[in-house]
């Protein structure tokens, strides 16, 4: 059974930066494409960044120059750097991951990623 763990929330204020892990258990993680999504109070869950097995990232246009999203395969873990944070960053980030396919696409939709972690709050005060 794959079981995702995140970690690295807190409370930051505007501009500073926040790094998040993800460690992965149950697959052969260097097979599974990671994503990170996030959800605000009252709002629906919404995709961050990606990065596929290969190392390859996608980022949502609000993020993109501000975060990056790395793996290291050695130790299971998925990281997203979080930097120039803004108070409407403020949400809990999930990570979540999926066997990776043959396709060439990212996946950036809920439905695509069968496995998900317990998420980790961050929080932006102005």
């Known amino acids: 059974q794959v079981l995702l763990v995140e970690s690295g929330g807190g409370l930051v204020q505007a501009g500073g930066s926040l790094r998040l892990s993800c460690v992965m258990s149950?697959?052969?993680?260097?097979?599974?494409?990671v994503g990170w999504f996030r959800q605000a109070p009252g709002k629906e869950r919404e995709f961050v960044a990606t990065?596929?097995?290969?190392?390859?990232?996608y980022y949502e246009d609000s993020v993109k120059g501000r975060f990056a999203v790395s793996r290291d395969n050695a130790k299971n873990t998925v990281y997203l750097q979080m930097s120039s944070l803004k108070p409407e960053d403020t949400a809990v980030y999930y990570c979540?991951?999926?066997?990776?396919?043959?396709?060439?696409?990212?996946?950036?939709?809920?439905?695509?990623?069968?496995?998900w972690g317990q998420g980790t709050q961050v929080t932006v005060s102005s």
């Open positions: 149950g697959g052969t993680f260097s097979s599974y494409d």
């Open positions: 979540a991951s999926r066997y990776t396919s043959g396709s060439a696409n990212y996946f950036v939709r809920r439905y695509e990623y069968p496995y």
């Open positions: 990065i596929r097995w290969s190392g390859r990232t």
